[in-house]
């Protein structure tokens, strides 16, 4: 098993900046791709970002290339979402996921574990 505990969010302005953070717990946490995905009110669940197990594979959605970067520190079992020129669409309860498997990938289904998600509130 593993815990998935996400922090950082809050209140902000449009073209302010966040960064969410992710702390894993439980089994090891380098072995696993990791992801993040936001769910806006009324709205299904969307692919943010992933990272694969050594970081050196990143994706990102359409809306957030160029604006969000996703990282990861292994020897802090933690992964990171900067969120910059944030925007109010990006306003969505955030995830952290993760896979047991090496790769990063943009599909929710292909994710074993999720955290319960924090708020990120853009105003305009």
């Known amino acids: 098993q593993v815990q998935l505990v996400e922090s950082g969010g809050g209140l902000v302005q449009a073209g302010d900046s966040l960064r969410l953070s992710c702390v894993a717990s439980?089994?090891?946490?380098?072995?696993?791709?990791m992801g993040w995905f936001r769910q806006a009110r009324g709205e299904e669940r969307d692919f943010v970002a992933t990272i694969s197990k050594s970081g050196g594979t990143t994706y990102y959605a359409d809306s957030v290339k160029g604006r969000f970067t996703i990282s990861r520190d292994n020897a802090k079992n933690t992964v990171y979402l900067q969120m910059n020129s944030l925007k109010p669409e990006d306003t969505a309860v955030y995830y952290c996921?993760?896979?047991?498997?090496?790769?990063?990938?943009?599909?929710?289904?292909?994710?074993?574990?999720w955290g319960q998600g924090t708020q990120v509130t853009v105003s305009s």
């Open positions: 439980g089994r090891t946490f380098s072995p696993y791709g």
């Open positions: 996921a993760a896979r047991a498997g090496s790769a990063a990938s943009p599909y929710s289904s292909n994710y074993d574990y």
